[in-house]
DNA sequence: ACCTGTGGCGAAACAC
DNA sequence: GTGTTTCGCCAC
């Protein structure tokens, strides 16, 4: 228990006076020395130095609990190639730059041409003098292969590192600490690929990154408050204006502190607002407690925050700038850019609030569990705890009220990292095992990097040359697909048109992990499409002018369809058959892990952003994907399964018969090889007659809700409890009987509704629209009504941006739409709520047959036009 | 510095 | 008035 706040502040007081004459403020700056004489570590970041080819790796020392640095002084130097000869470069003014250190001639594979070719190595003193931004050595040169200078991640210069393995320090090397293939699991593995050679040679470098065992790391969270004038106004950390009035920070061996700032006219606050063991510590002055703040964040290998990027980083360090930190003291730097990181000195600072945006994450890994990408939401979502709901803004709060709710911010942010078995701190160790990125890059970069990194490891290993962008379009050309929709490249996937209805006892067929498997099978690979052999020609992919290599199998053909069957064959059946607890979690995780790589590898194929991009891969894709669910439904009718719809991979099944569904699943192996399985099954789905449409209620009384407005975001949320309310009576159908009772219960639904809606009796929150603005208001081409409200808003001066979410309410009079802070009840345009009404309860009365008016048995002045 | 793709629906604004 | 475009969100 937090035995007294007055007693903190007592010993506060002594301590500042005994202080006061004393010389204030010791350097603070954390020493980063090359440890030689470590034990087991795992690879957490490498970095560059400044100094000329050294590279600084961040270990953590398993058995030790700290961190160690480690500089690579191995005489590697970065470099970049080119095709030109030493005398072309000679007369060159590569020569002249100041980073220049000498050349080297080198033969690479021309992955492109399938020839070996000999190119001239240019080696600098460091990666800016090459890479950097104006004059680099890159921009020197008619022709640079730029993808060999990266000294970043886990590739420094000519050595192969694997960030989040364990390494040994063994005579002044690195040694990395391996997973025996010879093991009973590793060989149970391999017997799985037997007969594929190239696959198998593959796995004995992947295997190990897989089954080794992912360490739980110390590691600490902080959260600040900060003093603000205004309450609705975010203090700007450039600026830092004001001062840091709370600190706090929870670690992973629940340690938990808090910092306050002693300041005038500030209420103590009850003492049991704050749990039990929570150290707090009082400061009189801003500047001596962000010396003990900086202390803390030399403590631990790993810092966690939730958007310290932008804020609590960036802040602490213009704060102490402000107050007369020299640079050296500050353990906390910004990169250059618009959206900078923050950095720090003595250990890696992952911002969780970039990693929970990272849309594969969400989706993927999280099942797309929250929407919103706000501390709150999140907890709500993954933990079920939220933030302290305050009442006053934090610059009035008590002293318990402020730490107390500082606090359980950090604490969020640590439980973020802690749940499930540490699943976050788990998948992000593996993501770096795959992607061979950092810890820092690999949190806050997107998965076409992870991709790019992952292959880009891969192609040096086997001392190909990796390509540019240009040149790949150069050789393999452009898509020639029409998309369906304008301004799309290619054309996508196929969508069956449902019947409109209800039917009962359907059948979900879908193929696993489709694309993934197209690319292995078909060999699609960027250096291998369009190849230049007469002889193949002939092996076209359906209706495409491509075609594909039959000698030679292309490398991300290998590498995917390997990471694709390791997880259908091994990680996904094992994870779920394991007993021992501590290899099913890992299991689990690897799962996970190979799904958000696999679901986004034919994605990247097909941006132009993707260093690797390839439209005919891309959409030889997507043409393989359409063929072979027409062909499977051909099949399905000629069986006599009635297929009802389809949509990209899979097809839902009317009375299916399990014979003929077998026979269809085999037919589908072997004449197209591609695994057909069972998805699910349906006690009855309704189909509203439009794709992508539908409700379903899954034998064990799941509901499935698919693509109905009743169900998105932007829905104001008094219809989207009506139609859950709506969507909870059709739930309770078993026999088509049942249907004839529910109508009456959803038409009592209904008139509730809408009687509420006539009689005003919604609250402004109820009838708000909660909309998402994609870029600045300022931006856009189109004034709709998210961008109005927002504008209004803004003329009240709130914080309004990208990113920002718009709540509004429709309202009659221009502009129609006001947002909810500034809105009256009497102003709603009712009739238009009425039409929003009417499309979502529609989208599931037409499956029914119903009719919305027949229904609400009134019939409003615009519904009357409209029919 | 950041960035996986296409197909599809509904609402409203814009263009004619 | 009508047809087209823009935007957000969702399915896969």
């Known amino acids: 228990m937090v035995s007294n706040l007055e007693e903190y502040l007592e010993e506060a007081e002594a301590e500042y006076e005994a202080e006061y004459e004393e010389e204030l403020y010791i350097a603070g700056k954390p020493e980063l020395k090359p440890s030689r004489n470590t034990g087991t570590c795992i690879l957490l970041s490498v970095s560059y130095s400044g100094e000329a080819g050294r590279a600084l790796l961040k270990l953590y020392d398993l058995e030790k609990r700290v961190m160690h640095f480690w500089y690579d002084d191995t005489g590697h130097r970065p470099y970049c190639l080119t095709d030109m000869s030493v005398e072309e470069l000679k007369r060159s003014k590569v020569v002249s730059h100041p980073g220049f250190l000498g050349f080297e001639r080198v033969k690479k594979f021309d992955v492109l041409r399938g020839r070996e070719i000999e190119m001239t190595k240019i080696i600098a003193s460091d990666p800016l003098a090459i890479g950097g931004k104006k004059g ?61 050679e190239a696959a198998k040679e593959l796995l004995k470098d992947w295997l190990p990154l897989f089954l080794a065992p992912v360490p739980d790391i110390r590691r600490a969270a902080i959260d600040i408050e900060v003093y603000s004038p205004d309450p609705d106004k975010l203090p700007n950390p450039r600026e830092a204006l004001y001062p840091i009035i709370a600190f706090a920070l ?18 103590t606050g009850q003492s049991d607002e704050l749990s039990d063991n929570i150290e707090v510590r009082f400061f009189y002055d801003e500047y001596k407690m962000l010396e003990e703040i900086f202390k803390l964040l030399n403590e631990y290998p790993v810092v966690l925050t939730f958007n310290g990027d932008n804020f609590d980083l960036n802040y602490m360090l213009h704060r102490a700038l402000k107050l007369g930190f020299s640079r050296d003291k500050i353990p906390i730097s910004m990169t250059v850019g618009e959206h900078p990181a923050a950095l720090l000195t003595a250990a890696v600072h992952v911002d969780l609030y970039k990693f929970f945006h990272n849309r594969s994450i969400q989706g993927y890994a999280f099942g797309s569990k929250y929407r919103d990408v706000t501390l709150d939401a999140i907890a709500e979502a993954l933990l079920s705890i939220r933030k302290i709901q305050l009442m006053a803004p934090v610059s009035q709060l008590s002293y318990a009220q402020l730490a107390a709710y500082c606090l359980r911010d950090a604490e969020i942010t640590m439980q973020f990292t802690k749940f499930d078995d540490n699943l976050v701190m788990k998948l992000i160790i593996l993501f770096m095992r795959i992607s061979k990125m950092s810890m820092e890059d690999v949190t806050r970069q997107g998965i076409s990097n992870w991709i790019r990194n992952m292959l880009y490891f891969e192609h040096r290993k086997r001392n190909y040359l990796i390509p540019r962008k240009d040149e790949i379009i150069a050789v393999k050309g452009q898509a020639v697909t029409e998309a369906k929709i304008k301004g799309k490249k290619y054309m996508g996937a196929i969508v069956l048109k449902p019947p409109a209805g209800v039917y009962f006892d359907v059948a979900v067929l879908d193929f696993t992990s489709l694309y993934p498997s197209i690319v292995k099978t078909r060999n699609l690979s960027y250096e291998v499409i369009n190849c230049d052999h007469p002889e193949c020609r002939s092996n076209v992919i359906p209706s495409t002018p491509h075609w594909v290599c039959t000698k030679r199998q292309g490398l991300t053909s290998i590498l995917i369809g390997m990471l694709r069957d390791i997880r259908a064959l091994w990680f996904k059946p094992m994870s779920k058959k394991v007993k021992d607890q501590v290899k099913k979690s890992l299991y689990e995780v690897v799962e996970k892990s190979l799904k958000v790589i696999l679901n986004a590898s034919y994605g990247v194929m097909g941006s132009s952003n993707f260093s690797l991009y390839c439209p005919p891969v891309a959409e030889s894709t997507t043409a393989i994907g359409r063929y072979i669910i027409t062909k499977t439904i051909e099949k399905a009718e000629s069986l006599g399964l009635r297929v009802l719809y389809g949509d990209t991979d899979s097809i839902f099944i009317h009375n299916p018969d399990e014979s003929k569904i077998g026979e269809l699943m085999k037919w589908a192996e072997e004449e197209l090889k591609v695994d057909l399985d069972y998805d699910k099954r349906y006690r009855f789905v309704a189909f509203s007659g439009l794709k992508k449409n539908y409700v379903g209620v899954l034998v064990n009384g799941e509901v499935d809700i698919k693509g109905l407005v009743g169900k998105k975001r932007n829905t104001p949320p008094f219809l989207k409890e009506a139609f859950l309310n709506f969507v909870g009576i059709l739930s309770k159908v078993d026999t088509p009987e049942d249907f004839e009772k529910s109508k009456v219960l959803l038409r009592d639904l209904a008139k509730k509704v809408y009687d509420k809606l006539r009689e005003r009796r919604y609250s402004l929150d109820e009838l708000a629209f909660t909309v998402m603005l994609s870029k600045h208001p300022s931006e856009y081409a189109v004034a709709s009504q998210h961008v109005k409200a927002a504008k209004l808003l803004m003329a009240y001066k709130k914080n309004v941006d990208a990113g920002s979410i718009i709540r509004y309410v429709k309202v009659k009079g221009e502009p129609g739409v006001k947002p909810v802070q500034l809105a009256r009840i009497d102003e709603v345009d009712v009739d238009k709520y009425v039409e929003h009404m009417r499309t979502t309860f529609e989208q599931v009365l037409t499956a029914l047959g119903l009719d919305f008016d027949e229904i609400l048995g009134v019939r409003s002045i615009t519904s009357f036009f409209n029919r």
Do not use: T
Request: net charge negative; with cysteine; charged share 35%.
């Open 136 to 196: 680099a050595i890159r921009d020197l040169l008619p022709r640079a292969w730029e993808a060999d200078i990266k000294y970043h991640n886990c590739y420094i210069f000519d050595r192969q590192l694997v960030p989040g393995m364990l390494y040994k320090v063994e005579d002044g090397k690195l040694v990395r600490v391996d997973v025996e293939l010879s093991g009973e699991e590793a060989q149970e593995v391999l017997k799985i690929f037997e007969g594929q």
């Open 250 to 267: 929870v670690d992973s061996d629940g340690r938990r502190l808090v910092f306050l700032l002693r300041r005038d006219s500030v209420e």
